[in-house]
């Protein structure tokens, strides 16, 4: 079946750590994305990824990286310089004008 | 100012009813336009895009007005499966086609 899967599906974290969350797609799309989400508000645009190799920040980026060396591949790495890191995070890759979400990773800091 | 805006809700309906939900945008560079669909703690889903002539997929209908930027969706006939988060998206022309999501409303139909 094609499609986009992240791991893990829960996530926690100590203050001062990084972790990285994965996302993978077996759709064939060149773009990829990467969102969080937090309750009340709408998704918020971290990074993206138009073609291996090449990544853009999007309007949240500090305090995250990401890296795509293989199409396929698009994992984000949340730093210890993020100040509130818990939320839901989201990857998504583009076909046209749909955009496919994989389901997510919920990320908690202690 | 969001740039783009939903009543939160929660909309509670019975179900059979007829529910719809509206959404303002504000930047004029937008191109195209999206309703998504979230059910609790899962990942949004495309339930339709919104023509400029408005579309019909069997009980929904969603519907733009570009001159008062806005945008509705119109469910006919709720079922119990309706009820989830219901997101407006709005892609802006130019670039990488960004996609600028509202934080949604909320649709709970009841028996």
């Known amino acids: 079946d094609g499609g986009i899967t992240q791991s893990p599906k829960y996530l926690f974290r100590k203050e001062g750590q990084n972790v990285t969350l994965s996302c993978e797609q077996n759709?064939?799309?060149?773009?990829m994305y990467w969102y969080r989400q937090d309750p009340g508000q709408g998704l918020r645009l971290i990074y993206y990824s138009q073609i291996v190799n090449d990544f853009q920040k999007g309007d949240i980026a500090e305090g995250y990286s990401v890296s795509r060396e293989k199409k396929e591949s698009f994992p984000l790495t949340v730093t210890s310089a993020q100040k509130n890191p818990t939320a839901f995070y989201l990857c998504?890759?583009?076909?046209?004008?749909?955009?496919?979400f994989g389901p997510g990773t919920r990320l908690t800091v202690l | 100012r969001k740039e783009v805006e939903q009543d939160p809700g929660p909309f509670n309906v019975p179900e059979g009813a007829t529910v719809a939900f509206n959404c303002t945008y504000s930047?004029?560079?937008?191109?195209?336009f999206f309703w998504y669909r979230q059910d609790c703690r899962k990942e949004p889903k495309l339930l339709m895009s919104v023509y400029s002539s408005g579309n019909e997929d069997g009980r929904f209908t969603a519907q733009l007005n570009r001159a008062s930027q806005y945008i509705s969706l119109l469910i006919r006939d709720s079922k119990l499966s309706d009820s989830a988060t219901y997101l407006c998206?709005?892609?802006?022309?130019?670039?990488?086609?960004?996609?600028?999501f509202g934080a949604g409303t909320r649709l709970a139909v009841h028996p």
């Open positions: 998206v709005v892609k802006l022309s130019g670039g990488y086609n960004k996609l600028i």
């Open positions: 759709l064939n799309h060149d773009a």
């Open positions: 998504a890759s583009k076909s046209y004008d749909e955009q496919f």
């Open positions: 930047n004029s560079a937008s191109q195209s």
